[in-house]
């Protein structure tokens, strides 16, 4: 069954614009996990943020985390049309181990 | 962190036949999972493929369609059995550390049957 929620379903942007992407889920996790998926491919990595973190910062990425309300957001600064892709968010699953992932945000930035 | 490769990238299958994909890891870890994203879908948890034992099948899957492998702590094999169109899917696995630890992704191999 499906953890967390992303929104919006779909997202239009231009370059140079910021995009934010906002997951929600339902149980209490331990970490939370950001993905991208370019047109079908495989899942690159983005960034975990664990339970006892609010915010964390990859390059043009940053995450925060509020586990009181249970959401997550990506946001993307200064997008480029590389960026355009779905974005997933995932967290650990009742063991601990596995992920569940929500249904994703694609993404489109047009130049 | 680790990287993961899958065979076949892709294949074309015609119903009620047979497919092994593998996964193969550079270098040891201590999970290693098959997901299943169905088109415009997000992705599914088949099971975790335990070393040595038996894999872990989540509700709505089971061994005698999804057979599973995993022989070492970098090898994977997920069967997709006397296949039907609609497990035309793409198939990934990842492998990662306990559960404070990232998860790493396969390619994925994109399967459809006629």
């Known amino acids: 069954s499906q953890q967390g929620e992303e929104d919006p379903q779909a997202l239009s942007i231009q370059e140079g614009e910021n995009a934010t992407m906002n997951c929600s889920y339902k149980?209490?996790?331990?970490?939370l996990q950001w993905y991208r998926q370019n047109s079908g491919r495989g899942l690159v990595h983005l960034i975990l943020?664990?339970?006892?973190?609010r915010e964390k910062h990859s390059g043009r990425l940053r995450v925060t985390l509020d586990t009181s309300k249970k959401s997550s957001s990506l946001l993307i600064t200064a997008s480029r049309a590389a960026d355009t892709a779905s974005y997933f968010c995932?967290?650990?699953?009742?063991?601990?181990?596995?992920?569940?992932f929500g249904k994703g945000t694609t993404l489109s930035v047009s130049s | 962190s680790a990287v993961i490769s899958q065979k076949p990238s892709r294949d074309i299958c015609q119903r009620g036949t047979s497919l092994t994909i593998q996964c193969q890891v550079d270098?040891?870890?201590?999970?290693m999972f098959w997901y299943r994203q169905q088109p415009g879908q997000s992705l599914t948890l088949i099971a975790t493929?335990?070393?040595?034992?038996?894999?872990?099948?989540e509700s709505g899957f089971v061994i005698d369609k999804f057979p599973i492998s995993r022989p070492n702590l970098t090898f994977s094999t997920l069967t997709v059995s006397n296949m039907s169109p609609e497990d035309s899917s793409i198939y990934l696995c990842?492998?990662?550390?306990?559960?404070?630890?990232?998860?790493?992704f396969g390619p994925g191999t994109r399967l459809t049957v006629l």
């Open positions: 995932a967290t650990d699953n009742q063991a601990g181990t596995a992920l569940i």
């Open positions: 149980t209490s996790i331990n970490n």
């Open positions: 270098s040891q870890v201590t999970m």
């Open positions: 943020i664990r339970s006892n973190e």
């Open positions: 493929a335990n070393q040595g034992s038996e894999a872990t099948y």
């Open positions: 990842s492998g990662g550390g306990s559960y404070y630890n990232e998860q790493f």
